[in-house]
Nanobody
Framework: VQPLESWGGLVQPVGSLRLSCAASGFTFSTSHMSWYLQAPGKERELVAAITSAGGQTNYGNSVKGRFTISRDNAKNTVYLQMSSLKPEDTAVYYC???????????WGQGTQVTVSS
């Protein structure tokens, strides 16, 4: 079982999609969580981040107002709600955990999101 497993999909432009990332093998409730994307030929970039208790969030400029990150510590799951999707949002999306002790990093396997008509 991978520490982080996520699911994505295919969606049409201006549609919505929710990504989920389930954690195991570390203490999720004290971990900071984030989502990154990597488009073909480009570097991985931050999409959104959320603190362990969910009190603070941070978003990349390209997704502000369209995407929302949230978490359910009872389910060890972090979500990325994506709305008003554009073809340029097409990428592989990765979830990342920064876990105690030592803020060790865990990365999910990546999930493909394709925005196309």
């Amino acid at each position: 079982v991978q520490p982080l497993e996520s699911w994505g999909g295919l969606v049409q432009p201006v549609g919505s999609l929710r990504l989920s990332c389930a954690a195991s093998g570390f203490t999720f409730s004290t971990s900071h969580m984030s989502w990154y994307l990597q488009a073909p030929g480009k570097e991985r970039e931050l999409v959104a981040a959320i603190t362990s208790a969910g009190g603070q969030t941070n978003y990349g400029n390209s997704v502000k107002g369209r995407f929302t990150i949230s978490r359910d510590n009872a389910k060890n799951t972090v979500y990325l709600q994506m709305s008003s999707l554009k073809p340029e949002d097409t990428a592989v999306y990765y979830c990342k955990a920064q876990a105690l002790p030592g803020w060790r990093e865990y990365w999910g396997q990546g999930t493909q999101v394709t925005v196309s008509s």
